[in-house]
């Protein structure tokens, strides 16, 4: 069982908003990535972290940001959400050396 | 070119059949494989993992590695219904890469 948690499970917001999506992991791990996904569609990473204070962005250009405080904790921000940021965001963790990757559960963002 | 190919399918079986699901890369640096499922409206849970050519079995499911051709298989023994899902291959060097995913539903 991953011990990475992902708040909240489901949001719907209007637009125009500020979100704060969470991540949690209780493994230690110092990697960490946020993907979007569509609905049937595959992943596309849009940021990633190596450790305190370190993020990247990824492959897919995201309005959303970032941020690496604690080893544990990785939460995604949106400054002012827009109906196209509606998708599900995934979050997972990685030991250093990139071997098993353990995902959230995910949080559908629908944005009215 | 993506650096890992997977077909998307869909692909249809009838309960009980052996299911093959596969994936190409081309960077021969990737070291470590790994196949997700994905239910719907959920997140990828890891299945299986591996960091050499050969296989590696752990009951129902056989991951395949077969570095020299770049290429990884996924097979499903006595499939069933609850193994209806998308599969995701991974690999990794520096970098986690995913496949896209190939969506799988058993027939009952």
């Known amino acids: 069982e991953a011990d990475i948690y992902q708040t909240p499970r489901y949001l719907v917001i209007g637009t125009g908003k500020k979100i704060t999506l969470e991540c949690s992991q209780t493994?230690?791990?110092?990697?960490m990535y946020w993907y979007q996904q569509d609905p049937g569609m595959e992943l596309h990473l849009i940021h990633y972290s190596y450790g305190v204070n370190s993020t990247e962005k990824g492959d897919l250009s995201s309005e959303s940001t970032v941020s690496r405080i604690r080893t544990e904790h990785f939460p995604l921000t949106l400054e002012s959400a827009r109906p196209s940021h509606t998708s599900q965001y995934l979050c997972?963790?990685?030991?250093?050396?990139?071997?098993?990757?353990?995902f959230g559960q995910g949080t559908r963002l629908t944005v009215v | 070119q993506k650096e890992v190919e997977q077909d998307p399918g869909p692909l249809s079986v009838p309960e009980g059949a052996i299911v093959s699901l596969n994936c190409t890369y081309s960077?021969?640096?990737?070291?470590?494989f790994m196949w997700y499922r994905q239910y719907s409206r959920k997140g990828p849970e890891l299945l299986m993992y591996t960091y050499s050519s050969g296989n590696k079995e752990d009951g129902r499911f056989t991951a395949q590695v077969d570095k020299s051709s770049k290429y990884i298989s996924l097979f499903i023994r006595d499939s069933q219904p609850s193994d209806s899902a998308t599969y995701l291959c991974?690999?990794?060097?520096?970098?986690?890469?995913f496949g896209t995913g190939t969506r799988l539903t058993i027939i009952p």
């Open positions: 493994m230690g791990h110092d990697k």
């Open positions: 997972a963790s990685t030991r250093m050396g990139n071997t098993e990757a353990f």
């Open positions: 991974a690999m990794s060097n520096e970098k986690l890469t």
């Open positions: 960077n021969s640096a990737f070291q470590y």
